[in-house]
Nanobody
Framework: QVQFVESGGGLVQPGGSLRLSCAAS????????MGWYRQAPGKQRELVAT???????NYADSVKGRFTVSRDNVKNMVSLQMNSLKPDDTAAYYC????????WGQGTQVTVSS
C-alpha cells in the first residue's frame, strides 16, 4: 500500500537549505504530474510545488524563487530543493499525485529554527 517514501527532512537554521526526496513504488512516469505538499501543526495540507511528466513546474507563491522541484524518471524519484528557508516553512512534507491522490506516506519533518 505504501507508494511514496519521503526523506531528507531535518532541523535547519533560517536561511539554510535542505533537499527532500520522494521514492515511489510504481512508475512516476505513469503517475504523471507529481506534487509536494506540506502540513504545519494546526493548518491544512497545502500544495507547494508540482512537476509534470514533461518537467514543467509550478509553485505556490509562498515558495516561488526559493524551492525547486525536479524528477528523475530513471531513478523513479522526485526531489524538492529548498533554499533560503524560513520559520514559516516548518511543516511535514509529503509527495503525491495531485490529479489522482494515492495513499499518503509518513512524510518528512522540516523544522526551521534558530
Amino acid at each position: 500500500q505504501v507508494q511514496f517514501v519521503e526523506s531528507g527532512g531535518g532541523l535547519v537554521q533560517p536561511g539554510g537549505s535542505l533537499r527532500l526526496s520522494c521514492a515511489a513504488s510504481g512508475s512516476i512516469f505513469t503517475f504523471g504530474t507529481m506534487g509536494w505538499y506540506r502540513q504545519a501543526p494546526g493548518k491544512q495540507r497545502e500544495l507547494v510545488a508540482t512537476i509534470t511528466s514533461g518537467s514543467s513546474t509550478n509553485y505556490a507563491d509562498s515558495v516561488k524563487g526559493r524551492f525547486t522541484v525536479s524528477r528523475d524518471n530513471v531513478k523513479n524519484m522526485v526531489s524538492l530543493q529548498m533554499n533560503s528557508l524560513k520559520p514559516d516553512d516548518t511543516a511535514a512534507y509529503y509527495c503525491n499525485t495531485p490529479w489522482e491522490t494515492r495513499s499518503w506516506g509518513q512524510g518528512t519533518q522540516v523544522t526551521v529554527s534558530s
